[in-house]
């Protein structure tokens, strides 16, 4: 069997839509379509089930997938092997958000150069992005913010996040003691937001959780990296929901404090996400390890 028409449907089968594994292939659409026609005669056996948005794998596609997948990811580990080893040396190909990363990710895994791993980290805000270059084969290992689409990638929750509504001290004192939820959140949406994105995603989040309700202001502060977020908050621009662990040292020192203290934090889960029948490989293995043991003190 041609072995591009079962890459490219292991690629549509990840991605769950023809247009989006054609892009991730460099394909068209069109192409691809053929080349998954092609494998479906050729099977005598429909693979994909065409829906209004993507396609849903037959039996029989799921279980050619499970099957397939992993040799195909194996074939590409050996043709790259050679690329990446130089003296010895294996490199760890992964991707997740900046400030994880660098606050929790990497120095969890630095212990592993000194024993022979090169670490090559791409640094992505979005979880579909990232999930995306892992079906693709441009990492080997995720942390993501969304638990993957099941079937050909393992996700292992890998640990939760607090999030913190926070501001300089200037700032503190909107909330009366007692203050019901609601009423809580209308004093607080006078105060200046600052955010990720105009979506509002963190300040959504919490207020969904704590208050029952969606945030109605817009933001003051616009700026794609939460530590750019965490300085600006502490700098006095207005409040911001923010993990515990990148604004604990600020909250120590007193240069933010914390508006809430609800019963039940929102929290949001990383994942460690790998392509089924990867973790075979023992750079991977290692590396996937060293990580779960250290987020049992994060």
């Not at 208050?211 to 409040?239: C, H, M, Q």
């Not at 929901?241 to 039940?264: H, I, K, M, S, T």
Request: hydrophobic residues 45%; contains cysteine; glycine residues 8%.
């Amino acid at each position: 069997m041609d072995l591009t028409l079962l890459r490219t449907f292991v690629t549509v089968h990840r991605a769950g839509s023809f247009t989006r594994a054609a892009a991730l292939l460099g394909l068209s659409q069109p192409a691809v379509t053929g080349q998954i026609r092609t494998l479906e005669r050729r099977l005598g056996r429909p693979l994909f089930l065409r829906q209004a948005r993507g396609v849903t794998p037959t039996t029989i596609g799921d279980e050619l997938a499970r099957r397939a997948a992993p040799h195909l990811d194996a074939l590409v580990e050996i043709a790259e092997t050679g690329l990446d080893e130089q003296n010895g040396v294996r490199t760890l190909h992964a991707a997740g958000p900046p400030e994880f990363t660098s606050a929790r990710v990497l120095p969890a895994l630095t212990p592993l150069v000194a024993q022979g791993l090169a670490v090559r980290f791409s640094l992505l805000g979005n979880a579909e992005e990232i999930l995306d270059g892992l079906a693709a084969g441009h990492h080997e290992l995720a942390v993501a913010t969304a638990r993957p689409r099941a079937g050909l990638f393992t996700a292992t929750p890998l640990c939760d996040e607090e999030l913190v509504l926070v501001a300089a001290p200037r700032w503190a004192g909107p909330l009366a003691p007692g203050r019901p939820p609601r009423e809580g959140a209308a004093a607080l949406e006078r105060l200046p937001v600052v955010e990720v994105h105009e979506s509002l995603p963190f300040v959504t989040r919490y207020w969904a959780a704590v208050f029952e309700t969606k945030p109605s202001g817009t933001a003051a502060v616009i700026v794609p990296d939460l530590r750019a977020v965490l300085e600006s908050t502490v700098a006095g621009a207005g409040l911001a929901v923010l993990p515990r662990y990148l604004c604990e040292p600020d909250l120590a020192r007193g240069r933010l404090v914390a508006l809430l203290d609800p019963p039940v934090p929102p929290l949001r889960t990383y994942f460690l996400v790998v392509r089924t029948g990867t973790l075979a490989l023992p750079h991977l293995a290692r590396a996937h390890e060293r990580l779960l043991r250290a987020a049992e003190q994060w």
